[in-house]
């Protein structure tokens, strides 16, 4: 079994509720449990937390990510995965996975972390951090 | 009968390496032979053609490929005489053409819609445009041409005129070139109708040099292919741009007067006003051969992957 591994996420004072969302869908496949928030700093744990790191830094590259051990706070020398599913959509109406009862599945190239650049696998278009940002904030369950 | 693309989709020219871009010319050469006269190549074997966009040479030259070879043909060319217009979607249309044919060829006005279909279908997928995406089978006679008319594509310094943004043909083009050694572009258009940012941070990738401008004269000494494209009408969300961008450039005998000696004229055709009648009786025209080799091509392909 994988070891849980805990981060503490430094951030703007505005980005704590967008990479709350984004942590809370990340949800159960990537064992992500946030254990301590509050006003510009947030606390998570993952068994698998290579995933959830990408979204952090493409929602708000300003963050700073440090991880605990034993005690200690040191830096992140995880590496991005390539691509990222769920949670993004992409905003093209003329992309395929914008169709709603076509069976696709959202996925993006991570073309770049900071600036923040996904490229979608479908319709090859760019979403850049304004959009990303947007979709978040346009969901006021969370 | 080279078999490293059998059995293979494609949705992208990126699909193909330069060396299987060269194999598949090679056999085209050899196809011409049988343009007109035909073989059994591909007998008892059958095309689905899926065009939920309008097409003349894509489509037609994709058919008439087939039955060259050997093979058969079903499909529409009018998405109005299927079951889509009753809600079936792509998966389900797909899934079914997958079950009553070898190999598929769809157009779509959806990006990404080609390559949904390569994830559901069992037998290749070929696009046939998607959106203004890709366009690979054109690029595969583009690039067939060029090979032609100079021996080589490497070296070559390309013009791509007009509609940049919208159509599937330039930006597939750039991908195209991109396989071949210090190819130098000039993307010349209205500020407005500009190469999307994806495919200039390819090329950059790739190495390709590119210039960007609204006007061509000043490189008409230098270029040894001018391609020109069509306004695409269909994919502008307000008519007034259309017609605003509409003759924005339109190829002159004066400006091939002004030309590189040997600099030859292309287009994915149909054209609209960019260039008129008189073009087709100079030295410098060649849409038409380049769109007659679609043939070949396409010969070459469907034998490479169903074959």
Not at chain 1, 106 to 129: E, L, M, T
Not at chain 2, 221 to 235: A, F, P, S
Request: charged share 25%; aromatic share 8%; proline share 5%.
């Amino acid at each position: 079994m994988s070891q849980v591994r805990c981060f503490v996420v430094k951030l703007p004072p505005d980005a704590t509720p967008s990479i709350r969302r984004a942590l809370r869908i990340l949800g159960d496949p990537y064992s992500v449990k946030i254990d301590l928030e509050r006003e510009g700093m947030l606390e998570f744990s993952s068994s698998s937390p290579s995933y959830a790191l990408l979204k952090i830094s493409l929602i708000c590259p300003s963050a700073v990510i440090r991880e605990r051990k034993n005690g200690m706070e040191q830096e992140v020398s995880d590496a991005f995965p390539e691509w990222v599913e769920d949670t993004f959509v992409c905003p093209s109406k003329n992309c395929i996975t914008a169709q709603p009862k076509e069976p696709t599945k959202a996925r993006f190239k991570v073309v770049s972390v900071n600036p923040p650049k996904i490229q979608c696998y479908y319709c090859g278009r760019y979403i850049d951090q304004g959009a990303l940002a947007s979709q978040l904030s346009q969901d006021s369950g969370l | 009968m080279d078999e490293a693309l059998k059995g293979r989709d494609l949705i992208s020219v990126l699909d193909l390496s330069g060396s299987e871009l060269d194999a598949l010319f090679g056999i085209a050469d050899e196809m011409k032979k049988y343009a007109k006269s035909g073989t059994d190549l591909l007998k008892n074997r059958v095309l689905a053609t899926l065009f939920f966009e309008p097409s003349t040479r894509t489509r037609l030259s994709f058919e008439t490929a087939m039955i060259r070879l050997g093979g058969n043909v079903v499909g529409f060319a009018d998405p109005s005489t299927s079951r889509m217009t009753t809600g079936e979607t792509l998966a389900d249309t797909i899934r079914m053409l997958d079950s009553y044919s070898n190999v598929i060829v769809m157009r779509h006005r959806i990006e990404g819609s080609a390559r949904l279909a390569a994830e559901i279908a069992t037998v290749p997928v070929l696009n046939a445009g998607d959106g203004s995406q890709h366009h690979p089978t054109q690029t595969l006679t583009d690039l067939y041409l060029m090979r032609s008319e100079f021996g080589h594509i490497d070296q070559l310094k390309i013009a791509i005129l007009g509609d940049l943004k919208q159509t599937r043909s330039a930006s597939s083009l750039c991908f195209g070139v991109s396989r071949y050694k210090g190819v130098k572009l000039y993307l010349i258009s209205p500020e407005p109708l500009k190469m999307k940012q994806e495919v200039k941070d390819y090329l950059e990738k790739s190495g390709i040099e590119y210039i960007e401008s609204t006007t061509l004269d000043q490189y008409l000494g230098d270029i040894d292919v001018l391609y020109v494209t069509r306004l695409q009408k269909e994919r502008f969300a307000d008519p007034s741009d259309y017609e605003k961008y509409r003759g924005s450039y339109i190829v002159t005998t004066e400006m091939l007067q002004r030309a590189k000696k040997g600099m030859i004229v292309m287009h994915h055709l149909p054209r609209i006003d960019e260039i008129p009648l008189e073009i087709d009786y100079t030295p410098n025209a060649r849409y038409f051969e380049q769109a007659a080799n679609g043939l070949p091509v396409r010969m070459a392909l469907l034998s490479m992957i169903v074959g």
